[in-house]
Structures are given as structure tokens and as C-alpha cells.
């Protein structure tokens, strides 16, 4: 028979009251500076793959553009601009048609030009060529038609919005 008694054991924590707030502060600060780093990792990544949908947004708030003056636009000639962030084309043809496209090459993204001479669209980047009439790629790399835009040609200016 065991005649050991059943006292209650008391622990004293070693450390002084002061020395425990100490501990609890320093693990606190750690703790907030590791969220703020993880933060700061966290913040690049996030922006670069949500960018692709904020730029689709951004680029489809935009519903239509009024060039003041195009409408004396030379025929045979182009007018740069800016469709919401993105770059954008007028075109007056020889043969009186107005045509609006958009002006990012749906390869890579490159912005593409207006060769009157040749009467085509071309991407300097890879060689990509689009119908000026339709935006159809015709050859090169692009995996797309670029977007046409409605046109409406009045005494201001021409009126340029999203089909
Ligand atoms: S980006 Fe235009 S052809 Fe490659």
C-alpha cells in the first residue's frame, strides 16, 4: 500500500510580471511584422493576376468616342487614338468608307499600324497583316480579327462607339 499523499502541486511561473508583457509584446510585433511581409508578397501577385481582368474592365467601360474635327480626315489617311486605355484607329479609305478598329494586335498585344500604301494593317512586332476593311488577320502570327468599331461621321466631328 502506497501511503502517498494527493497534495496539489503548485507551479510558480519563473518569470516576473514585467518580463511576461515584455515577451507578449515582442510576440505581438513579431507577429504583425510577419503579416505585413506575407502583405507585401501577397500584394505583387495579387495585382499582376487580377490585372488582366481589371484591364478588360477598364477597357470595356469606355462605350464611345467623339473626335472632334475627324471628320476632315483626308481620305487614304488614319487618326490615332485612345479608346478607353487602349489604342485605337480611324481610317478614312480612298473609297470614302470610314472604318474604326481597335489597334492592339491580337498576337502579343503590339500596336498595330496602317500602311496606306499597301492598303493593309501591320503588326512591326512579328509580321501579323489585317484586312484594314474588316480587321480580319489575313497573315503572321495573330490568332484574331481586331475589333471593329460603330462609326458616325457628322459637322463636329466623328463619333466612334462599340458595335
Ligand atoms: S504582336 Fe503582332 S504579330 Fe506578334
Same mark, same amino acid.
Given at each position: 500500500m502506497s501511503d $502517498?499523499?494527493? $497534495?496539489?502541486h503548485i507551479v510558480k511561473d519563473s518569470a516576473e510580471p514585467g518580463e511576461q508583457r515584455t515577451r507578449r509584446a515582442f510576440l505581438i510585433a513579431a507577429g504583425a511584422a510577419g503579416l505585413a511581409y506575407t502583405a507585401a508578397l501577397a500584394y505583387p501577385i495579387y495585382r499582376y493576376l487580377?490585372?488582366?481582368?481589371?484591364? &478588360?474592365?477598364?477597357? /470595356?467601360? $469606355? /462605350?464611345?468616342?467623339?473626335?472632334?474635327?475627324?471628320q476632315k480626315l483626308l481620305a487614304g489617311s488614319v487618326l490615332m487614338f485612345k479608346f478607353g486605355s487602349s489604342?485605337?484607329?480611324?481610317?478614312?479609305?480612298?473609297?470614302?468608307r470610314w472604318i474604326a478598329l481597335t489597334a492592339v494586335c491580337t498576337h502579343l498585344?503590339?500596336?498595330?499600324? #496602317? &500602311?496606306?500604301?499597301a492598303d493593309r494593317i501591320h503588326c512591326g512586332?512579328?509580321?501579323g497583316v #489585317?484586312?484594314?476593311y474588316t480587321g480580319a488577320n489575313v497573315s503572321g502570327p495573330p490568332p484574331k480579327p481586331l475589333k471593329l468599331f460603330k462609326v458616325a461621321v457628322?459637322?463636329?466631328?466623328?463619333? $466612334?462607339s462599340r458595335a
Open positions: $502517498v499523499l494527493n $497534495v496539489p487580377a490585372s488582366p481582368q481589371e484591364m &478588360e474592365a477598364s477597357a /470595356t467601360a $469606355v /462605350t464611345e468616342v467623339t473626335l472632334k474635327d475627324a489604342p485605337a484607329m480611324l481610317i478614312h479609305h480612298q473609297d470614302g498585344g503590339c500596336t498595330v499600324q #496602317y &500602311e496606306s500604301a512586332c512579328h509580321g #489585317y484586312n484594314p457628322g459637322d463636329a466631328g466623328v463619333n $466612334v
